[in-house]
């Protein structure tokens, strides 16, 4: 898979293709997640196939996103397995990544990425019948980890974290609300509007 992705991303219209890295969890059921670094913007930043996720940025896009913060480029680096490497920018990233810490810009960044989530999931949610479940679990998944990285980076001079560790940071009620959710996404289960007021309640009573 890894080496006929290669192939398809250097041959396809999507630009000359820089970095590939795979990461995410190993588990039985779960997608796999590869992201993608190419010289120029590419034309979308996510490319969904059934149990393949392909997000993709250029690498002015990566450096300037690790200034932020963003899980969406922070977990592959942290985490990830470096598939393709045209000319070390994994490294260059990586080096980036490391001397980079939160601030206040930080929280409001990641704070404005979680109600973008949230109201992408809202959406699906009012056409239940022809909303795609999938993607709205996802962006309930991802309006809840953005919210509780920008509460941990809140606190100016963090260093940047995994999902794994911001998971384990999560207060108990918005850990029950994240686990039911992730069995929900690999169930592919339909579209189920209660989770948007279930997480309003955890986030209002939490403050």
Known sequence: MG???????????YGRLALLIEYGSNASGSDRDFWAVFESQPRTSAILL???????VSEAEAAHLIGLLDPFVTEPLLTGTVIFDEAGVADRLRESLSATRSDAQTAR???????????EAYGASQVPDHGNPRSYWSNLLF?????NYARIYLTEGHKAITLD????SMPAPLRSIWDEMVDHKHENSEIDASYLDAITTVVLTSQ
């Open 165 to 168: 560790d911001s998971i384990a």
């Open 109 to 119: 960044y990641l704070l404005h990425r979680s109600y973008q989530a949230y109201i």
């Open 143 to 147: 309006s809840v980890s953005y919210r």
């Open 50 to 56: 059934g149990g393949l996720d392909l997000w993709a």
């Open 3 to 13: 080496l006929d992705l290669i192939e398809l991303l250097r041959s396809g219209p």
